[in-house]
C-alpha cells in the first residue's frame, strides 16, 4: 500500500434509494471514512461525487493533522462487473454481494 493515503483503495457501498418524487436515486459511501456519503440520481454521478467527497475528507484530516482510517480488507463475491463513470473514463471494479453493490476504486 502506498504512504500517500490519496492512493489508497477504499471499498464502497452502494445502494439504490427512493429519490424526489419516488424516482430511484443511487446512495454511495466509504465505510472505513465514517460521514464521506454521496447520493444521485445515477450510479456514475454518485460514484463521482463520492470519490470527490474522499479527496475533501483526507485532505482535511491531513490537514488538520489526524490519522487516516486505513482500507479494511475486501473479500472476493462471486460476481464482478466494471462500470464506467462518465465524464472521466474511470475504471470502477465492481463486486455485487446480497443485493450491496460493493465498488472498489
Known amino acids: 500500500m ?3 493515503p490519496m492512493k489508497w483503495h477504499f471499498t464502497s457501498e452502494v445502494v439504490p434509494s427512493k429519490g ?3 424516482a430511484v436515486w443511487w446512495y454511495a459511501k ?3 471514512l465514517p460521514g464521506c ?3 444521485a440520481p445515477s450510479l456514475a454521478e454518485a460514484l ?3 470519490d470527490t467527497s474522499r479527496r475533501a475528507y483526507i485532505s482535511y484530516l491531513l490537514d488538520s493533522n489526524l490519522p487516516v482510517p486505513k482500507p479494511t480488507a475486501v473479500q472476493p463475491a462471486a460476481v464482478t462487473a466494471s462500470v ?3 465524464p472521466k473514463a474511470m475504471r470502477w471494479d465492481s ?3 446480497t443485493g450491496l453493490m460493493s465498488v472498489t476504486r
Open 95 to 97: 463486486m455485487i454481494m
Open 30 to 32: 466509504y465505510p472505513d
Open 84 to 86: 464506467m463513470a462518465p
Open 20 to 22: 424526489p418524487k419516488g
Open 37 to 39: 456519503t454521496a447520493e
Open 2 to 4: 502506498s504512504n500517500d
Open 48 to 50: 463521482q461525487v463520492l
